[in-house]
């Protein structure tokens, strides 16, 4: 196979990792690629939690533009921000092996504040934001987005007692702080720690 294989991905740093991955997948069995970076609207617009914005595939929707516009060929996705509806014309091409599942606290200091009343916790997602109160009803959540390395400063820059991540995300791109827990009791998003990949139905030059 001669063409070039565009592969879609996020810019972040994460994204990026993920979507050479792929891409060393590819031309080790070989095929020649090219990645096509892209800013997503859920990369965008960061003054608002994710649950506010109300657009159903925020991190997937402007590569499935320009997929079905013929700018790439391929898009690497976490499968756990892909809707479970796809849009018509694309499918799931593949999906590769899953990373840690776990959501993982990184704090500041030390856990004493896990016994105290009032403590401060950072994260853009309802889910987390839901387990932690359950468990920790006197504690206050704040609103936390950007991508990893952004994220991961503010925490370092706000007065919080910590902040909840993916495991797999900041463990893949190598930034896990020392100060971090994985939180066995949390239940995880459906397919966390998962890469899919998305292809045109009608395209029979992708491989499987």
């Known amino acids: 196979m001669s063409k ?9 740093e994460l994204a990026l990792w993920q979507a050479n991955a792929i891409q060393q997948m590819l031309e080790k ?5 090219q990645l096509v970076p892209v800013k997503s609207t859920g990369d965008l617009v960061l003054n608002k939690p994710l649950y506010e914005l109300g657009i159903t595939g925020i991190f997937t929707r402007t590569l499935d533009i320009a ?41 500041k200091n030390n856990e004493e504040f896990l016994s105290q009343r009032d403590a ?4 853009g997602s309802l889910r987390r934001k839901a387990q932690w109160l359950n468990r920790f009803p006197t504690h206050t959540i704040v609103d936390l987005r950007g991508n990893v ?13 910590g902040a ?10 190598d930034i896990r702080p ?3 827990i994985n939180l066995e009791w949390m239940v995880p998003a459906p397919a966390q ?4 990949i998305t292809a045109l139905e009608e395209d029979e030059n992708i491989p499987n």
Do not use: C, Y
């Open 164 to 173: 909840i991540f993916a495991a797999a995300g900041i463990g893949r791109i």
């Open 29 to 33: 069995l070989g095929h020649k690629t």
């Open 120 to 123: 401060v916790i950072a994260t």
């Open 67 to 107: 997929m079905l516009n013929h700018d790439i060929d391929l898009a690497v996705h976490s499968l756990k921000d892909v809707p479970t509806v796809l849009p018509k014309g694309i499918v799931q091409a593949a999906v590769i092996k899953r990373g840690n599942v776990r959501d993982t606290l990184v704090f």
């Open 193 to 196: 720690g998962t890469i899919m």
């Open 149 to 161: 390395n952004s994220r991961l400063q503010k925490v370092e820059n706000n007065d919080w007692n």
């Open 178 to 180: 020392e100060n971090a």
């Open 4 to 12: 070039i294989i565009r592969i879609g991905t996020r810019d972040s």
